[in-house]
């Protein structure tokens, strides 16, 4: 019953750069309009597909990038380790065949005092701490010394243990150590804090028994910090662990043969700390097959090296052996897991990022190059569905003419020759309407020409307006009301024409003896008129053009435009429209503030 929409284009864009852009789109791809409809799962695919492979040959160079970055920082970590124990067992070397030569003359109380115990704590010293920095992945450092007969001997290593260093009045340092098992012996009852096998809080070792190079604490105080344990630090500031005790444990089981150090002769206790490696080094397997690695060196020299890789459980295991000089070979057993370092996580987060921003971009791509496709392919409908209502709408009018106007030519009946003048001229009355509500549209729809805003009184329309349709509106008997007041920043021309579509239909359409109420605010126009309510279907397509209401049933020839310029006029404005069945009929809104 009421005239509507057909087909109206979903994106309307209101300048004039977007419509070049539409119609270079048009012009490249007036093979996808006249076809099936494109989905936007078409475009995503067509952006999606060619981006990943440049992201992903990208994301290849970046892998590659950081992979060689994480090889060089180990074997840069490594070589460094290896250049530093090297330098260090070699002074042990020198200080060594120093002390058998007779350079060392002073009394010696203890056995790590004796050339060869302080040589083999010196390496083991070095092998066990420096080993440590090497890789994130631990690393465990051996020495070997290979005899006039080709024989290798293990001289240090292969055993994780905790050390302390004791020096003497002319500041010579000894490095005595202990097994990890016997540490745990003597820490008995001092709690461990941040795990279980974390080194205690200890305060100070006060008393120690030695054999051989190795030492067992007798006496020791530790802070306890009672349940409420609290760890605030970090490698720039000290540890803080709240409020404490200090408490002292002597230890009485003291295994055989060890000796009391005696520190009224000379000795003192370097720290009140025991060092260690990390437990990554502690846990570390060793290759078994030294010999054969070494026999692949032959006689190279120092600066040489002998390397064998393996998967392991922890990634991959790599041993390097070395010649340090002296026929000494150090081996150096480290791990590497490329995944589980900060490179891997970069690496892993270079592919998150690649396919995250490539499924992003490309749904920004698609969704704009869409946004136009729909746009051209919703236009071209549009046009199409328009050219075909108005050939159909004009095919009738112009075959009633066609059918006059030869029985005009052919005089038979020249009574109704006045009938059929008439009628041509109605018909060509009803084809000018057509036209110029065509026009209208084209208009309304003309988004090249500039909005001329000013502050439109509403009010002062509608009572126009009223008053153009006051007579329409007395021969039915009608009852009009307008109430409220609205001004808008609008095009007046194009506000007057929705105005006058709007009413026109009202008027049209309202019962006989009913009533057209017309409220105005500041956020919208409400139009009653009273009739029959609308079907569904009828309110979805209404603003659709060339969507014609049951005329037939009113005696009316409307275009079917109507409604449609109004919408495309609201759209133009950035309003809102909308029509609804009420109590006493139908009522249409212009929203002005959405």
Avoid at 123 to 128: D, I, M, R, S
Avoid at 492 to 504: G, R, S, T, W
Wanted: glycine share 8%; with cysteine; charged share 25%.
């Amino acid at each position: 019953m009421y005239e509507g929409l057909t087909d109206v284009p979903v994106h309307r864009p209101h300048d004039s750069e977007v419509i070049k852009r539409e119609r270079m789109f048009y012009n490249m791809n007036k093979n996808m309009l006249y076809g099936k409809k494109q989905r936007f799962g078409s475009f995503f695919l067509r952006i999606f597909v060619p981006f990943i492979l440049v992201a992903a040959l990208l994301g290849g160079i970046v892998t590659y990038l950081l992979v060689s970055i994480y090889n060089t920082s180990v074997d840069n970590g490594v070589a460094s380790a290896e250049e530093r124990i090297r330098s260090n067992v070699n002074e042990a070397v020198t200080e060594y065949q120093d002390a058998l030569a007779g350079a060392y003359v002073d009394g010696i109380n203890y056995d790590f005092e004796t050339a060869d115990n302080k040589f083999t704590s010196d390496v083991e010293y070095t092998c066990e701490m420096l080993s440590a920095i090497a890789v994130d992945g631990g690393a465990a450092a051996s020495l070997y010394y290979k005899d006039s007969d080709g024989t290798l001997t293990l001289v240090a290593g292969h055993d994780y243990r905790m050390f302390f260093v004791v020096t003497d009045d002319n500041n010579k340092k000894f490095k005595l150590s202990c097994t990890y098992e016997d540490y745990q012996k003597m820490m008995a009852e001092a709690p461990r804090y941040g795990s279980a096998d974390g080194l205690p809080a200890l305060s100070r070792i006060e008393e120690i028994y030695v054999k051989g190079t190795s030492f067992w604490i007798s006496k020791y105080s530790y802070y306890d910090y009672g349940d409420d344990v609290k760890v605030i630090g970090t490698h720039e500031a000290p540890m803080d662990y709240g409020e404490s005790d200090e408490k002292s444990v002597t230890v009485t089981e003291i295994p055989d043969g060890y000796v009391k150090l005696d520190t009224s002769k000379g000795y003192h206790f370097y720290n009140s700390s025991l060092i260690g490696s990390g437990a990554a080094s502690r846990n570390m397997d060793y290759e078994g097959n030294i010999e054969t690695l070494v026999a692949d060196l032959g006689d190279s020299g120092v600066g040489s090296s002998s390397r064998v890789s393996r998967n392991c459980d922890q990634g991959k295991h790599n041993t390097d052996v070395v010649p340090i000089g002296n026929s000494y070979y150090l081996v150096m057993d480290y791990h590497t897991d490329l995944v589980k370092s900060s490179f891997g996580k970069a690496i892993i987060a270079t592919w998150i990022g690649i396919a995250l921003l490539s499924t992003l971009v490309s749904l920004a791509i698609a969704y704009v190059l869409y946004r136009s496709y729909k746009s051209v392919y919703d236009m071209e409908q549009y046009r199409r569905t328009t050219s075909n209502a108005m050939a159909h709408d004009l095919k009738s009018p112009l075959a009633v003419i066609s059918l006059y106007a030869e029985n005009l030519k052919a005089g038979t009946n020249p009574e109704k020759n006045q009938y059929y003048m008439d009628g041509i001229l109605d018909e060509v009355r009803q084809m000018n309407t057509q036209v110029a509500t065509i026009l209208d549209m084209a208009k309304a729809e003309d988004v090249d020409t500039k909005l001329k805003k000013t502050e439109v009184d509403l009010t002062g329309i509608v009572d126009t307006v009223a008053q153009i349709y006051n007579e329409k509106i007395s021969e039915k008997n009608v009852q009009i009301n307008i109430s409220g007041a609205c001004t808008v920043s609008a095009d007046e021309a194009l506000m007057y024409q929705a105005v006058v579509n709007i009413m026109d239909n009202a008027v049209k359409y309202v019962t006989g003896g009913g009533h057209i109420a017309v409220e105005l605010s500041d956020k919208e126009v409400s139009f009653v008129n009273s009739c029959e309510p609308l079907d569904k279907d009828t309110l979805t397509n209404v603003w659709k053009p060339f969507v014609k209401g049951d005329n037939s049933r009113h005696g009316h020839k409307g275009t079917g435009l109507g409604l449609s310029i109004v919408k495309t006029i609201m759209d133009r404005h950035g309003f809102d429209c909308e029509m609804k069945n009420v109590d006493d009929g139908v009522e249409v809104r212009l929203i002005f503030r959405k």
